[in-house]
């Protein structure tokens, strides 16, 4: 079984053509994310401030988690910024070795993101969610049309 295969990016572009300008549109979304995640931990810190002044034990946990959250997934999109950069090199290299190390980092990036997502959803906001959603599913892409282009590497090795 597998992935599918696909031949064309868009139904234009070459795979290996598709696949740089996805990793670039990748990694700046990636970018895009981290600052998005930036800005949402330094307006919760505020809030937990707050809370605590308050004595609101409650709502200062729910605060902490969600500020928390916030920096990992900071953190999160910067390494995903790099990994995306990176693999945009080893697509112009065609380095099949690169292309497998990204669908791994991807697989525990995607687990990750979700998990935390989820976690959090309801705190966030409809755009903010909004654009997560398209997030993933352009990530989605970009892994089949890296996957098709890492299997046409490895079949014109084998030739």
């Known amino acids: 079984m597998g ?13 290996k053509t598709g ?12 970018f895009v994310m981290f600052i998005i995640m930036v800005v949402v931990a330094c307006t919760l810190e505020p809030f937990k401030e707050l809370a605590a002044d308050e004595k609101d034990f409650d709502a200062e946990a729910a605060f902490t988690g969600l500020y928390a ?10 390494a995903k ?4 950069v990176f693999f945009v090199y080893g697509v112009l290299t065609e380095r099949a070795g690169i292309i497998r190390g990204y669908f791994i980092m ?3 990036f995607f687990l990750l993101s979700m998990f935390t ?15 997560e ?4 599913g352009l990530n989605v892409y970009a892994i089949l049309i890296s996957h098709s282009f890492y299997k ?6 084998e030739v």
Request: with cysteine.
């Open 106 to 108: 991807w697989v525990v």
């Open 152 to 157: 046409q590497l490895n079949s014109r090795e």
């Open 117 to 131: 997502f989820f976690l959090n959803a309801p705190h966030f906001s409809a755009g903010h969610i909004c654009m």
């Open 81 to 84: 910024f790099f990994f995306d």
């Open 3 to 15: 992935l599918p295969q696909i031949e064309t990016c868009c139904f234009v572009l070459d795979l």
């Open 19 to 30: 696949n740089i300008v996805m990793g670039s549109i990748n990694a700046l979304l990636s």
């Open 69 to 78: 959250m916030s920096i990992i997934l900071c953190l999160m999109f910067l």
């Open 133 to 136: 959603v398209f997030y993933i």
